[in-house]
């Protein structure tokens, strides 16, 4: 492994189970932000029993924990069924716990267009606004064209709002953009003001915000 950004002290009880059967279960949670948007569990290797986990998706490491050398075992994400921190299960990756998440009522004009066809036109977005991101506009299923909507079967999920179901376009033309829009049905409690709401790739589609038009944003994310 090469040398983490941050190493700290967790501080929630964390458990991986294989097989119906607890692979990990610690109280003593080592953070370890191996790049910089999330971190990943780094398990005291006393509180792990690793039998059935395949070896190559097993690391034991020994790292420095508020001054203090720890042997510490860190456990590929998809080698286990599920993690849970305390009894919440949790998805994706860790959770960070510098990340907030703030879904704000807003009365700003929201427009979304792909390829000069204006697919959404909302002055009641809902504005997501989450740690280290560009802010999300959740619109109202009413303010987009549903008549350009075509059910994906593409699931995504989030560690922090849950499962979302995407919808691709197709404009009046034939012309098909595969998976540009997502709702969450029943997100995580912190998301809960989106729920049902509609969001857009920012990445793929041209918005305007107040009448000004907005660049692409770039992030992190693999966009299906």
Known sequence: MSEPQRVEQ???RVRAV??????ADTRRPVLVWEWPYYPTYHLPAADT?????????????????GGTPADLVR??????????EEDEPVVVHARDPYVRIDALPSSRHVEVA???????????PTILFETRLPPRYYLPLTDVRLDLLRPSGTVTHCPYKGSAEYWSV???DGTV??????TYRAPLPESIRVAGLVAVWTEK?????DGEPQPRVQTHFRVP
């Open 10 to 12: 967790g501080q929630k």
């Open 18 to 23: 294989l097989g119906g059967r607890v692979v």
């Open 49 to 65: 029993d690793l039998e059935g986990v395949p070896d190559e998706a097993v690391r034991r490491v020994r790292l420095e924990v």
């Open 75 to 84: 456990i590929d994400w998809d080698a286990v069924d599920q993690w849970f």
């Open 114 to 124: 792909v390829d000069g066809v204006v697919i959404a036109d909302s002055h009641r």
């Open 170 to 172: 197709q404009l009046p």
């Open 177 to 182: 953009h595969d998976d540009l829009l997502w």
């Open 205 to 209: 589609v041209d918005l305007t915000l």
